[in-house]
């Protein structure tokens, strides 16, 4: 490694230092006229000095503070082009994401789509942006942030000459008296400057801590991002979502099937049907349908406790039970299940009957009942009829020309059947929906809806976040260190005394006005006159 060598005090410096670290004086002797850059006591910085291996180009890539920025800047614009329209997670969850931003938005949407925007909170290239912009806070921390706490910590406290006149605030003094130093010293108590002496040279130095402000910031924009990434992690961050039937039992997501919800009961209530709602009754005139008042599951949590031996069936321990309003989620090993949506009336069962299209009466010849939920592919009778549910599309709509579901949700079923009998030469075909019932052609029987049932739905959002307390404490350290750099400022003051004169030198990393202000004050019953600046130029 290379070093510069002081030329008065002969000690070995690191490449890249301009302020001899132990005597003080500026190694640029050809820049004598001009002020020191104080902005890391001149201490050597790794990305400015070394550019030799690959690990030096990554680390200085990471370091540059224009890369930084222009990391932050590209996930600025995403997050923004983020906010064009919702995300997935605010659509309705019974539609295909293509479809409806392209339905909803034409191309753009559809563009929109394509792109990956519609998701861009959890996809992997956003989540390697923001890895990528804290490796860069991290390694700009180290860079800069090591040396100057070695400078800091180790700074000289007798300075060279050419260190005091190089200073933005500068006074010479020749004609003083040893009281005037020592009222001074005595003001510098009183400001709460700590006083640090050696050989008469005298550094009175408060407010360091200020200079570890953008550090500290940079440490919890860093444990923030972290709680960030922990996200991806699945027993960290679940964000998933369960439709749940009445009398059903189903398993709860993202819980590797160890948890169950039965829902018991779904209480859905509307405004106007009580005394009390006859304040609501002028807007509810204005709207168009019922208005929600209340809505809540009953639900019973389950665990699996049989053993884990594939293809057992589980056997199901009841844990918890209560109600799952909007808002009062129902808790269970940090999961939390909220209310989050339902669907009234939605179909659970269907009957037929099979009789001849000539009959008037329509006597039924057999009768079946089709669980929409589960429904069996063929029915089978003692008369000798068979009937074959060959096509099932249970949220029924058609796509050009061609039939097909929406969604695996029975809202509107639809069935192709085959029936056969001993009377019948070839199958007839069959198409039936809500308010369609088309033969296949001149068929000698014909299938009629007789009875439906239903039952509501409810939707329940499943909800674990551990990484909320990282990205707290993140925002919390964040905060410390804006207010820590913002409020106090580090102030130095060198007094240097020689055979006939004596020097002094301030400095402050910002708020030089502050400085010369409280100057004023420090040098109040002395002789000494106020410092000159040597440059209307605020160093940083």
């Known amino acids: 490694m290379n070093t510069i060598k002081c030329s008065t005090c002969g000690h070995q410096n690191k490449e890249g230092t301009t302020i001899c670290e132990k005597c003080g004086k500026p190694l640029d002797n050809d820049q004598q006229s001009t002020l020191l850059n104080m902005r890391y006591d001149g201490s050597s910085i790794r990305s400015k000095t070394k550019n030799r291996s690959i690990v030096d180009k990554i680390w200085n890539f ?5 890369i930084g920025v222009t990391l932050i800047a590209i996930a600025l614009v995403a997050s923004a082009l983020g906010t064009i329209y919702p995300q997935e997670m605010y659509i309705p969850r019974n539609v295909d994401p293509a479809l409806h931003y392209r339905d909803q938005y ?9 792109l990956g925007f519609h998701n861009l909170y959890n996809s992997w290239w956003y989540m390697v942006l923001i890895a990528l912009i804290g490796i860069s806070i991290f390694i700009v921390s180290i860079d800069r942030g090591v040396p100057l706490y070695k400078a800091l910590k180790n700074q000289a406290i007798k300075r060279h000459p050419n260190f005091m006149k190089r200073q933005k605030l500068f006074g010479e003094y020749t004609a003083y008296h040893t009281e005037d130093k020592t009222r001074f010293i005595n ?8 006083i640090t002496e050696k050989d008469g040279h005298i550094l009175a130095e408060k407010g360091r801590f200020s200079r570890w402000g953008p550090y500290v910031n940079h440490l919890g924009l860093i444990i923030f991002l972290l709680g960030t990434l922990f996200r991806f992690i699945p027993f960290m961050y679940v964000d998933d979502f369960v439709w749940v039937r009445e009398g059903e039992t189903a398993v709860i997501p993202s819980t590797n099937q160890q948890y169950y919800i039965k829902n018991e009961e779904f209480i859905f209530e509307t405004y106007g049907n009580d005394d009390e709602d006859a304040i609501f009754e002028e807007a509810l005139e204005n709207t168009s349908g019922p208005v929600p008042k209340h809505f809540e599951t009953k639900a019973v949590i389950y665990e699996d406790v049989s053993k884990d031996v594939i293809g057992s069936e589980p056997e199901l321990k009841e844990v918890k039970s209560g109600e799952i309003i909007v808002n009062e989620p129902l808790k269970i090993n940090g999961l939390a299940l909220y209310q989050d949506s ?3 009336n939605e179909f659970q069962t269907m009957s037929f009957k099979l009789h001849e299209v000539d009959d008037e009466a329509e006597e039924a010849i057999v009768e079946f009942t089709v669980d929409l939920t589960d429904p069996e592919s063929e029915y089978v009778f003692d008369n000798g009829y068979r009937i074959e549910l060959n096509r099932y599309y249970p949220e029924y709509e058609l796509s050009n020309g061609e039939p097909r579901s929406v969604s695996n949700y029975p809202r509107n079923p639809g069935f192709v059947f085959f029936v056969y009998g001993p009377d019948i030469e070839e199958r007839e075909a069959s198409f039936l929906a809500i308010g369609q019932n088309i033969p296949s052609g001149d068929n000698q029987y014909k299938l009629s809806l007789t009875d439906f049932g239903v039952r509501d739905v409810s939707g329940l959002k499943i909800r674990k976040d551990l990484t909320l307390p990282i990205i707290g404490l993140g925002a919390f350290i964040f905060m410390i260190g804006v207010i820590q750099g913002m409020y106090w400022q580090h102030r130095r003051i060198w007094i240097h005394p020689t055979t006939d ?6 400095h402050t990393n910002k708020n030089w006005y502050g400085l010369t202000k409280e100057f004023e004050k420090l040098i109040d019953g002395t002789s000494f006159t106020m410092v000159r600046d040597q440059e209307k130029k605020n160093d940083v």
């Open 106 to 114: 034409g191309l753009s949407g559809q563009i929109y789509y394509q």
């Open 62 to 66: 990471f370091s540059s503070v224009k």
């Open 501 to 506: 004169r004596i020097y002094i030198a301030c």
């Open 187 to 194: 003001n510098l108590k009183k400001h709460r400057y700590k």
């Open 342 to 344: 339902y669907q009234l």
